[in-house]
């Protein structure tokens, strides 16, 4: 089996990796000189017609052996953990608007739960800030509360992790711990607003009934939740429903929290109670430096204090070539299509731009409006790679707050989240 190398493995040791591939001599402000992009282009078999601005140190796809190494032939999710089950998507798998049940990412923290009938599961209702505790059946919910469809936007706040250097624990997701399927659901303020929420509110907390690993009954394997001005958004749903079916067991059946354009960890599976909270939630998952960044920029490798970090809430903007994949072969002088989605947390895309030069030039891609609030957005561009040669196509999306994604992976963290980088598929033109 052919060992796989990530776009950043090469800076476990940079001064290792630029002796077998070039020189540090020959950098001339942060570009190659001709000796070194040679011993470059040799490596992956082909001229590099915009090589000149390879960025210092940037180790190409296709030494990396992105270009196939993740992307399955059989188009089956890659499996990063088989207990708990962790897998993700390639993104070439990504190009639907509406993410099938087969193509979303799962992330478990535990073992599901051993009975999911839709008939007996059961919804509590309670906390210090409630004002009447209730017990709702999925019937009940489906029959008091009015029942609203979106498209909501999902990603693990660990998605990327794998590009962070030093190295940091935790499944080492590429870019497909993402998706954007349909929900079918009540909203949560509507049931939370019917048993009452004191003027002391906060947060909201959820319970599930996921197993822990240790098989322990009486540990809980995740309890996370949201502020209560997050909670009570139009989008904040308690779904049943999934691209207009009922939700599969891998994605949480027969109930789940969906809160789009926060960490994926928020939109608890398996749902079995909320808690309107008078405090920050503290239940699994919620404290220590789990879900947390630091709050100020630091070293990489740095150990960071818990009260030194801060609760991941929105997002940051993103976005990923999902037509073709990476490794496509074309022709010179013709013209290429592309597609992909971009996504902003609770924020909407503005723009996303393509280049074909290592970031040197951008051009802007066609950018469609979301469907709702929080759903990914569709983007289309096309390209002519003027000379044969190995290419490298980036995509960049920008937020309505003119924020845009970093070119390169953005800052270090302990935990390896929020990694925003652009996105780049490597292109063979004959």
């Known amino acids: 089996m052919r060992r796989e190398r990530g776009t950043s493995e090469i800076f476990d040791d940079p001064e290792r990796a630029e002796g077998l591939l070039w020189s540090r001599r020959r950098f001339v402000r942060g570009s190659l000189t001709g000796s070194a992009l040679l011993a470059i282009s040799a ?10 601005f390879l960025p210092a140190g940037y180790l190409p796809l296709a030494l990396a052996n992105e270009a196939s190494g993740i992307e399955s032939e059989d188009g089956l999710l890659r499996v990063l953990n088989d207990r708990p089950l962790n897998a993700e998507t390639p993104a070439h798998l990504l190009d639907d608007q509406i993410t099938p049940a087969e193509r979303l990412f799962v992330r478990n923290n535990g073992l599901p739960p051993e009975r999911t009938e839709a008939s007996d599961w059961r919804l509590s209702i309670t906390g210090e800030a409630c004002l009447g505790p209730r017990r709702f059946s999925i019937a009940d919910l489906k029959r008091e509360f009015d029942q609203h469809t979106y498209q909501l936007q999902l990603e693990c706040g660990g998605n990327g992790r794998s590009e962070f250097r030093p190295r940091v624990p935790g499944n080492q997701w590429s870019t497909g711990a993402v998706g954007n399927p349909e929900w079918t659901g009540v909203r949560l303020r509507d049931v939370l607003e019917a048993c009452g929420i004191a003027d002391n509110a906060v947060y909201l907390g959820y319970g599930s009934a996921d197993r ?41 059946a027969p109930l789940r929290l969906v809160c789009g354009g926060w960490p994926g960890s928020v939109s608890g599976k398996w749902l079995t109670a909320l808690m309107i909270r008078d405090r920050v939630h503290d239940g699994a998952k919620m404290t220590g430096s789990s879900y947390r960044v630091p709050c100020r920029p630091v070293a990489p490798g740095s150990t960071v204090a818990d009260d030194d970090l801060c609760i991941i809430e929105s997002m940051p903007v993103k976005s990923l070539v999902t037509f073709p994949r990476s490794g496509v072969q074309t022709r010179a002088g013709q013209l290429l299509s592309l597609r992909g989605k971009a996504w902003a947390g609770d924020r909407a895309v503005k723009s996303v731009a393509i280049s074909i030069d290592f970031g040197q030039t951008w051009q802007p891609a066609a950018l469609s409006p979301p469907p709702n609030r929080l759903a990914w ?54």
């Open 212 to 252: 822990h690993l240790s098989g322990d009954p009486d540990k809980a394997v995740i309890s996370r939740g949201v502020p209560m001005n997050k909670a009570l958004e139009d989008e904040s749903l308690i779904a049943f429903a999934m691209n207009g079916e009922p939700i599969p067991g891998s994605h949480g």
């Open 43 to 52: 490596r992956i078999g082909g001229l590099i017609p915009y090589g000149r």
């Open 377 to 430: 957005q569709s983007w289309q561009a096309s390209v002519t790679l003027p000379l044969p040669g190995y290419y490298e196509i980036w995509a960049r999306a920008t937020d309505d707050a003119d924020v845009s994604q970093p070119m390169l992976v953005p800052g270090w963290n302990p935990k390896g989240y929020l990694n925003n980088a652009c996105h780049r598929i490597a292109v063979q033109a004959a």
